[in-house]
């Protein structure tokens, strides 16, 4: 891929995932957010993330099934890291607005209210990620270990979608299509992985 090429795309990139961020900035100043602007950048908060999420779980089984697109995993770690902006902006929202910074009411909710507990360890499961996401944590961890590490974002994704069911109301199928993805993507990772083992090795010359 062509340097100019890899630029355009990445700037395009950024410009994507900030685009959620901007509309809430946007809509704050405007006051367009909607008659309850704290339920509205809550739950856009937390859907970007799990549309990120998915994303990033995308990128291998694309790559594998088109070797064309081998380029995607070129932007995995920034996609990552835009997902932990949200999952972060998603507990902001919830620690500034909902709790107003009371320690004792966060701690109540955490162990009383089953999906905040869901959702901090989401959160919880995704630091890591974030805070090795760097070169010289890769060095330092090895790359074996580093790869076991990150694997930790396929329970992070279970507990984001878990999250998302326990908080809307019985009989409310908002969740479906994003727990749908994400089940697949989640699926389908073992069973490529079974296929490529399974292929027969190519003739020694």
Do not use: E
């Not at 998915?54 to 070129?74: D, G, Y």
Request: with cysteine; aromatic share 12%; charged share 15%.
């Amino acid at each position: 891929m062509k340097r100019s090429t890899l630029v355009a795309l990445k700037v395009l990139v950024w410009l994507a995932c900030l685009a959620p961020f901007l509309w809430l900035v946007w809509g704050a100043a405007t006051n367009t957010l909607g008659p309850d602007p704290t339920a509205t950048i809550t739950f856009t908060t937390g859907l970007t993330t799990l549309r990120l999420l998915a994303i990033v779980l995308a990128i291998t089984p694309v790559r594998k099934l088109i070797p064309k697109l081998a380029w995607m995993i070129r932007f995995r770690r920034l996609l990552g890291l835009f997902a932990f902006f949200y999952a972060t902006l998603h507990l902001m929202t919830w620690v500034t607005l909902y709790a107003g910074f009371d320690v004792n009411r966060m701690a109540s909710d955490v162990v009383k209210r089953r999906y905040i507990t869901a959702g901090m360890a989401a959160w919880l499961l995704m630091l890591p990620l974030a805070a090795t996401s760097t070169n010289w944590a890769i060095r330092k961890l090895g790359g074996k270990r580093w790869n076991w590490l990150h694997k930790l974002i396929y329970a992070a994704a279970v507990c984001g979608v878990v999250h998302y069911w326990w908080q809307v109301k019985t009989g409310v199928m908002t969740p479906l299509t994003i727990t749908i993805i994400i089940g697949i993507l989640l699926l389908v990772r073992p069973v490529l992985s079974l296929a490529q083992r399974r292929r027969p090795k190519p003739a020694a010359a």
